[in-house]
């Protein structure tokens, strides 16, 4: 009996969760708002980053790719996100959010400079 | 062994026998010789680096000495790899010996200074040592590369060692 309770517990959750998800999409067909997280990529090559300047929403994800034979970071200024070390060829994803807005850097190239245009998601 | 046989062979001894041997200018060099003068200056620039490492407090300093240490790393990974991809093994030849003899004197040299005076040395070192580098490679290297994906390792080592000297330059400025 319990697993039967729980199982229909299970059902209501599930159709809750599809509502809200129905919900969100009518809010957004209806209000002119279509904004699903993309997924922004940066190339690091030749020592620079590309684009070097990048308009992004949180919520969006931003992927680094270094195409160098140098290792090279992204990082931001005041220290408070940074890929860790990439190597030629490796990539790492970072989800965006308001505090990334700024300029960031490679700490092992400081002459490398890119910059994020954060906005909030509409 | 046939007539053609022994000619043949008699030609591959004089060309491995005298070609190295009449290499006195960079621009003679062979691209396997090119690579190992290539490997021998990384070498000697992260031997310095590790010494700045054991010498000097400066912060900027250890922290180019560390940049130093990764980026040379990765250069001779990577034409380590290539020499095992191509099958060939790098030659040793007068310039890379010549590397060696001027890089153990400047060794002696920075090995007895500390505090500012080792750190205001290693960074004009530094410049003086990439721009040579970079004159080498652009100049007599690159244009006599035949291998492609040599020289295509060679112009990105050329990228690498550029932004090297630009911040070198800036550290010798800083520390006047």
Redesign the interface.
């Known amino acids: 009996m319990r697993r039967a309770v729980v199982s229909r517990r299970a059902v209501l959750a599930g159709a809750s969760a599809a509502l809200a998800v129905t919900s969100a999409e009518w809010a957004r067909a209806h209000n002119g708002i279509n904004h699903n997280p993309v997924t922004h990529e940066v190339e690091v090559s030749?020592?620079a980053f590309d684009p070097a300047m990048l308009a992004v929403r949180v919520g969006d994800s931003i992927r680094w790719t270094n195409r160098?034979?140098?290792?090279h970071t992204a990082t931001a200024r005041d220290g408070t996100w940074d890929t860790g070390t990439l190597?030629?060829g490796e990539s790492t994803e970072v989800e965006v959010t308001m505090e990334m807005a700024g300029e960031y850097y490679c700490r092992?190239?400081?002459?490398m400079v890119g910059s994020l245009d954060v906005s909030e998601p509409d | 062994m046939n007539a053609r046989n022994a000619l043949a062979a008699i030609a591959t001894l004089v060309a491995l026998s005298v070609t190295p041997a009449m290499a006195q200018s960079p621009a003679d060099l062979s691209d396997t010789e090119i690579a190992h003068v290539a490997y021998t200056a990384d070498n000697i620039d992260i031997r310095y680096a590790h010494l700045a490492l054991a010498l000097s407090d400066n912060p900027e300093i250890r922290a180019f000495a560390?940049?130093m240490i990764?980026?040379h790393t990765?250069?001779n990974e990577?034409a380590l790899q290539l020499l095992e991809q191509l099958g060939v093994s790098a030659e040793d030849n007068f310039l890379s010996q010549k590397l060696n003899a001027d890089s153990a004197v400047i060794i002696t040299e920075l090995s007895q200074l500390r505090g500012a005076e080792f750190d205001k040395r290693y960074a004009q070192n530094e410049l003086d040592y990439h721009q040579a580098v970079i004159g080498l490679v652009a100049d007599s290297f690159i244009p006599n590369i035949d291998n492609a994906d040599v020289k295509a390792?060679f112009e990105?080592?050329l990228?690498?060692f550029r932004?090297h000297e630009?911040?070198a330059a800036m550290m010798v400025e800083a520390l006047q």
């Open positions: 030749g020592f160098d034979v140098a290792p190597g030629q092992f190239h400081p002459v | 560390e940049t990764r980026d990765a250069v990577q390792l990105a080592g990228e690498i932004v630009g911040h």
